[in-house]
């Protein structure tokens, strides 16, 4: 028992020095969203399936089921959430579906910049620009 009890306090101890030369935790949902939270002055808590973080005066609560997983960056995401500026961006069947404007100046791209089309797309993660905003999208 005491033994375990060591592991896991250096664990802790070692996970807490390696966060310490990063600035950002970022979250990231099962639908693919990410935020990022500066790590100064940050609270967590967790409560009735919520997960609260809270950092600069700014609150996000996400839904605990919601959450693939959460990491330590050096630099804070650059895609905007999903539904972000009454956009939603998704790929159903293989094709992308979005709800901006008529006319919008639509591009797909992969994870590596690579430019492909709205359609017959794989499995896998997505940026979609609408009008030189950046969404990311997964394609199930």
Do not use: W
């Not at 970022?26 to 009735?48: I, P, Y």
């Not at 995401?77 to 790929?91: F, K, L, P, Q, W």
């Amino acid at each position: 028992m005491k033994r375990s009890l060591l592991l896991i306090f250096a664990l802790v101890c070692t996970f807490a020095v390696k966060a310490q030369n990063l600035d950002y935790l970022t979250v990231r949902t099962m639908e693919g969203n990410e935020q990022s939270f500066s790590l100064d002055q940050l609270k967590l808590t967790f409560a009735d399936g919520k997960v609260v973080a809270t950092s600069k005066g700014e609150t996000t609560t996400f839904d605990f089921a919601s959450l693939d997983f959460m990491f330590f960056t050096t630099e804070p995401t650059a895609i905007e959430n999903m539904s972000d500026g009454g956009c939603t961006v998704s790929i159903v069947g293989g094709n992308l579906q979005t709800n901006a404007p008529a006319g919008s100046t639509i591009h797909v791209f992969t994870p590596d910049g690579k430019r492909v089309g709205q359609s017959s797309l794989n499995r896998g993660v997505y940026l979609v620009q609408i009008n030189g905003r950046t969404y990311k999208t997964i394609a199930r």
